[in-house]
């Protein structure tokens, strides 16, 4: 499973980024896909995920500014995020788990998000 990460960037507060994350060696729909961050230093952390059942979830902290979501057809899932705050900067990872467990768990290779105040 190979896990491709783009539109990080540099913006101002307030403002709005749509990361992408696509997927090669498994279908997004037959797995758990998920958005991570981490700010160089500490601890990778929770964002987002959204289910092969469609079901997503999200850090309290981004709750209501971040969207998650998929395109099938692309084999491809976005996190869009508005509302940007400083402390939302951050290396922004994908993370994919098949349902597949033979495939295991692949991380993508991060974009880097900074946001300006």
């Known amino acids: 499973v190979q896990l491709q990460a783009s539109g990080g960037g540099l913006v101002t507060t307030g403002g709005s980024l749509r990361l992408s994350c696509a997927a090669s060696g498994t279908s997004v729909s037959q797995s758990t896909m998920g958005w991570f961050r981490q700010i160089p230093g500490k601890q990778r952390e929770f964002v987002s995920t959204i289910t092969s059942s469609g079901h997503t979830n999200y850090a309290d902290s981004v709750k209501g500014r971040f969207t998650i979501s998929r395109d099938n057809a692309k084999n491809t899932v976005y996190l869009q995020m508005t509302s940007l705050k400083p402390e939302d900067t951050a290396i922004y990872y994908c993370?994919?788990?098949?349902?597949?467990?033979?495939?295991?768990?692949?991380w993508g290779q991060g974009t880097l998000v900074t946001v300006s105040s």
């Open positions: 993370n994919a788990r098949p349902l597949d467990r033979t495939l295991g768990t692949s």
